[in-house]
């Protein structure tokens, strides 16, 4: 129901944007979330954002780096991805949720996973 795509290979310094596409999901009523998992690591929140996108929550790794918006027309959600580091390798989820919360990005606040899309940067 939910389709993470835009990974891909990319230079440290260099942009990535993700998207989140749902199908027989409506994202209008569901905070979005977009988590990360790189090898031997537990999965993170990178960020996240209320279902009206009027606030939206970042992990102190990516603040100032990441933006997440949402195009609720569309039922996507995005993550621009700037200034990435070899640390930011990780594949990414998105994930969709009845609850935001401004102080923590926690999967257990997620119903709805999608499969992930490895990102891997170079240094």
């Known amino acids: 129901q939910l389709q993470a795509s835009g990974g891909g290979l990319v230079q440290a310094g260099g942009s990535l944007r993700l998207s989140c596409a749902a199908s027989?999901?409506?994202?209008?009523?569901?905070?979005i979330g977009w988590f990360r998992q790189a090898p031997g690591k537990e999965r993170e929140g990178v960020s996240s954002?209320?279902?009206?996108?009027?606030?939206?929550n970042y992990a102190d790794s990516v603040k100032g780096r990441f933006t997440i918006s949402r195009d609720n027309a569309k039922n996507t959600v995005y993550l621009q991805m700037n200034s990435l580091k070899p640390e930011d390798t990780a594949v990414y989820y998105c994930a969709a949720g009845p609850i935001f919360r401004d102080s923590d990005i926690d999967v257990r606040d997620m119903d709805y996973w999608g499969k992930g899309t490895q990102v891997t940067v170079s240094s």
């Open positions: 954002i209320s279902s009206t996108g009027s606030s939206k």
């Open positions: 027989g999901l409506t994202l209008d009523y569901y905070a």
